[in-house]
């Protein structure tokens, strides 16, 4: 499941014009489906917004586009159950990851932290968002019928899935 790109623009707190920017730049494509022409609509994934809420977080405390981008590369390489466990820390020129609290605490001290980003916080804030807001079916599930009862439909949702991974632990 995804969503259009003003359901991803209201979730992440954006502009669609940075939205297109941003995609057009490749600093955050939507995973789930790219434009492909006019009249095309970009579909983005949980994870997808959630990278945009942290990127509007970072240019909004002054960091580069230059470190946002070296940023954003490092979350992409991980994988999604580990980004909620991570804080963003930065000086306003260089973005750390802190993945302990004796982590966050040794930056601030060494003088280099000067804000910090919970992506679990901005994780919990997006799913939030979302919860109400309308998703779309990617092409793939709708040519093979997936998501035709409600039930599927609930089960294939990214964010769904994650819910249900969270209250079997």
């Known amino acids: 499941m995804g969503y259009r790109g003003p359901i991803a623009c209201s979730a992440a707190g954006i502009t669609y014009r940075q939205l ?46 230059q470190q946002i981008r070296s940023a954003i590369e490092h979350l992409r390489e991980r994988g999604v159950e580990d980004l909620a466990e991570i804080t963003l820390m930065s000086d306003g020129a260089s973005v750390y ?44 599930q709708a040519a093979a019928g997936e998501g035709s009862e409600p039930a599927a439909f609930e089960a294939s949702d990214e964010l769904a899935q994650m819910r249900a991974r969270k209250q079997a632990s």
């Open 20 to 65: 297109d920017y941003w995609a057009r730049t490749k600093l955050v494509e939507p995973s789930l489906r790219n434009a492909a022409g006019s009249g095309s609509a970009r579909l983005y994934s949980f994870r997808d917004i959630l990278v945009l809420k942290v990127v509007k977080r970072l240019l909004d405390t002054g960091v580069s586009l």
């Open 97 to 140: 990851e802190c993945t302990s609290t004796d982590e966050v605490i040794d930056l601030v001290q060494g003088g280099q932290g000067v804000f910090g980003i919970a992506v679990g916080r901005v994780w919990r804030e997006v799913e939030g968002s979302l919860a109400e807001l309308p998703r779309e079916r990617t092409q793939v």
